[in-house]
Each structure stands twice: as structure tokens, then as C-alpha cells.
């Protein structure tokens, strides 16, 4: 990763104006919030989650069950509607979150007494009951769960499940650990400065950048790029409050101004290929306070 950048021009930097200044505002009184919750609450909390649904598959390993569980204590997705939520697939945009936890591996004995991995996946209750009156909703979940375990365990699971009709769950559902208190989330780029406000409208189009605080000293982000099926050739440089980005088919160009002191040589990024999404893990040289 080339962590070379130049200082904004002055121009550039009263060009931001009010609006940097709101954002820095949001991300000063984020990492605020996110220091008390610290230090007045411990990191995560004990839920039990509660029996749904339960699918088979298999992996390489052998047979598979998911017990789709769910917690009131699971923060719900964003309150969107089918039709918008469809729309919002079909034009492959990677906005939508199911919030989850994902369980350990726990062995367990089948109906036929022969050995099978299970994994426990809790969602929100709210979400739950809505879904059990939406075959879509439960597809899509299904399709999310998957893949969570895959990423999470390494796993290459088989596309084609089963829902098991009189069983709904398999095994013992233990009990999840989840964070405390939810991230503050800061706000998507759509309305902040950035030098491509500047571009003419032809061109390379400006990606969808979303940012949080992870923790006082660490800002992640999400960058979709739908068109891409991987990141050779990408490119990505890093300085103390700059992000700027940009691909070999010039089918995308991101330079996004971020007022925070961002540790440039620590920084880290991977390209996640089924969400086709440039994640980046930037540690900050300073903590507001």
C-alpha cells in the first residue's frame, strides 16, 4: 500500500467548509461516546439465544446444520421495505446488513447417530418474526448466513440446503457472546467533501465510501465496488487525513478528505470478493478527547 499523499491545497481545504466540519464533529463526539461505553460497560454480554429454524447442508468435512436462532439483544437491520430492499439488490448495492452473531462449531449426532458439525446463528427477534411471513426474507438471511460462516471459519459450504420440518434446532444452542453496545456509526460519505465533488461528471464514477469508529483509536471502511471482481491492479493511498483510490479500468475514482490524524504506514486493507467491497482498517495516530 503506497502511503505517500500530499497535504490538501489551502483551496481544497476551505472548499470543505461546513460540512468537514460537521462530520469531524460527528466522528469527535462518536469516539467520545464509544470511550465511556468502554469504560463504564465490559465489551460484550451474554445472550441465550432462542430456537427457530433449522437447515442441512454440507461442507467437505461432511453434514452440516445451521440453527437459525434469534435474541431481542441482536441489534435489527434498517427498517426497509421488500420492494426497496429488491431494488436495492438488483442494482448490486452492498448497503443492506443483517445484524448477526455467529456461533462456534459444535459437534453433534444426526437422526441416524452419525457425527455432523452445528453452528448457531442468532438474528434480531423483530427481524425473525417478520421473516417467518417472507419466504424472500428468509432466502436472503439464509444466503447471508452462509456466506458469515464461510468468511468466519473458512469454510466452502454446499449452495443447496434443506429445511428441517419438524425439528428446529439440532443439538444444544449455547450461549453467544456480542458486543455490549452497538458501534457508533458515523455517516456515509454521500454529503461530505471530497476532491471528486470537484470532477466533472464524466468519468470514473466515485464509489460508495462508509466509514465508522470501531474503537477510539481505529476507523474502518467500506468501500463498494460492484463493477470489480477482484483487486489486482487497485490501487490505494493512504496519508495522515487523506484516502484516495482508484483501479487500472478507471472504472472508479475515490479522494475523500477525513479529519482525523490516520497512522498511514499501520493501515491495512483487503478486498472482500463476494461483497465486492475494499475494506480498510485505519488506526489513528491520535485519539480526540
Not at 463476494?274 to 485505519?282: E, H, N
Request: proline share 7%.
Amino acid at each position: 500500500m503506497d502511503s505517500k499523499l500530499l497535504v490538501p491545497e489551502l483551496n481544497e481545504a476551505e472548499a470543505m467548509g461546513a460540512e468537514t466540519a460537521r462530520f469531524e464533529e460527528l466522528l469527535l463526539q462518536a469516539s467520545k461516546e464509544l470511550q465511556q461505553a468502554q469504560t463504564s460497560r465490559p465489551e460484550s454480554t451474554q445472550i441465550q439465544p432462542q430456537p427457530g429454524f433449522c437447515i442441512k447442508t454440507k461442507s467437505s468435512q461432511g453434514k452440516v446444520f445451521i440453527n437459525i436462532c434469534h435474541s431481542p439483544s441482536i441489534p435489527p437491520p434498517a427498517d426497509v421495505t421488500e420492494d426497496e430492499l429488491l431494488q436495492m439488490l438488483e442494482e448490486d448495492q452492498a448497503g443492506f446488513r443483517i445484524p448477526m452473531s455467529l456461533g462456534e462449531p459444535h459437534a453433534e449426532l444426526d437422526a441416524k447417530g452419525q457425527g455432523c458439525t452445528a453452528y448457531d446463528i442468532a438474528v434480531n427477534s423483530d427481524f425473525y418474526r417478520r421473516m417467518q411471513n417472507s419466504e424472500f426474507l428468509r432466502e436472503l438471511l439464509i444466503t447471508i448466513a452462509r456466506e458469515g460462516l464461510e468468511d468466519k471459519y473458512s469454510l466452502q459450504l454446499d449452495p443447496e440446503w434443506r429445511l428441517l420440518k419438524n425439528r428446529a434446532f439440532l443439538g444444544s444452542i449455547s450461549q453467544q457472546n456480542i458486543r455490549s453496545q452497538q458501534r457508533p456509526r458515523i455517516q456515509e460519505l454521500g454529503n461530505l467533501y471530497t476532491a471528486d465533488s470537484l470532477r466533472p461528471k464524466e468519468g470514473p464514477e466515485r464509489p460508495h465510501l462508509n466509514l465508522w469508529l470501531e474503537a477510539p483509536d481505529l476507523l474502518l471502511a467500506e468501500i463498494d465496488l460492484p463493477k470489480l471482481d477482484g483487486a489486482v491492479g487497485l490501487s490505494l493511498e493512504i496519508g495522515e487525513n487523506r484516502l484516495v483510490m482508484g483501479d487500472p479500468q478507471q472504472l472508479y475514482h475515490l479522494d475523500a478528505y477525513i479529519p482525523l490524524r490516520i497512522s498511514s504506514d499501520e493501515s491495512k486493507a483487503a478486498f472482500h470478493r463476494k461483497r465486492r467491497q475494499l475494506m480498510v482498517a485505519m488506526p489513528l495516530l491520535s485519539v480526540p478527547s
